[in-house]
């Protein structure tokens, strides 16, 4: 596999943020003054979290997400979309969400949701790689071919074709987040950076899902 | 957190053995003659395979081999160890393993558990800092603190205080990975490495589970 490096471009991606999405797309709107239920939450929104919180607890978990969760080949949403998109939003560690937690989650994956359709050019609600080397380009990253293959391959190991709605928000969270690290380290911008063995594990464990 | 780099000393670790434990430890000898079953096979692990293969499809997956594992906390091992250690002995990718290839993961994970109990100096069930500082450097590795610290913070989000089996397996085998991705761009073993953005990315994919 041959390595260009990212000549000097990242961008397009910030914060917690899918990128390369258009901002204006639907969903709902400001939340309304409250109704009874959780305080400045849409109720349409809260009605959704009743739906996923199946045993009434208050929380959702990651298992309760993944039922809820269908990609484009009618599967649910993996173990690991879950876990990865619950632990962005669990601000106390608890392995859970609540409703105001569930609020913000709610609109980050209808973003997703509305990115991955605008990459999925022929609407097979799948990713192939021209789709994700034109996504990824519009995100402001320049990998090469042999790269892209790759990253087709490792999200999505069984037949190394294509990529669902679950295993390219895995992957972005994992890009972005390994970005932010080498950016950190890579202050000349320069596409190549030292870094020590401890480190090295550091950010890898860190940023892997 | 300071990073002391590895200095020099990585070894103790080669291929999919876990390394640093006892290998006379018990366990089933060499296999009998064939008796009926699977060619080579140990009629005990035939036993073990027929009890943990449920749904009796000749093949075990990541979700099976989680119900017949129990951790010290009493808890299924997690499915992040069970996929891991599926996907090491699975050699057409086809997220199962056969009898032969369960026979080598069987032998695998008693390996593991062996270690673990020789770790786990008070018998706790778990594995502290002080335990599991002393069992990296058993291994050949020498982690500052901080590292320490960090490591298990990682491997145990909840509490931050002590590893189970399970993410003691899931731990070691990613820090193998990644030594062993380390180790070969540093062909001068100066315990830095110049690496480039796509390699870099490129290697924490692959050596995360």
New interface residues.
Partial sequence: ?A????QGG?GGYGGQQPGGYNQNQGGYGAPPPMMGGAPGINPETQRIFGVVDRDRSGKINAEELKSALVNGRGQNFS?TACRLMIGMFDQD?S?TIDINEFDRLYTYINQWLNAFKSYDRDSSGHIDEGELSSAFQQMGFR??PD?IK??VK?SD??NHREISVDQFIVLCV??QR??EA?RQR?SEQK???????????????????
């Fill in positions: 596999m390595y260009q490096g990212y990242y173990d560690h392995g990998f090469s790269f790759f990253l490792k190991p069984q994992q890009i390994f970005t080498f890579d596409g190549i950076i030292q870094i020590s063995f401890e480190d090295f594990i550091s950010v890898a464990l860190s940023c892997s899902t």
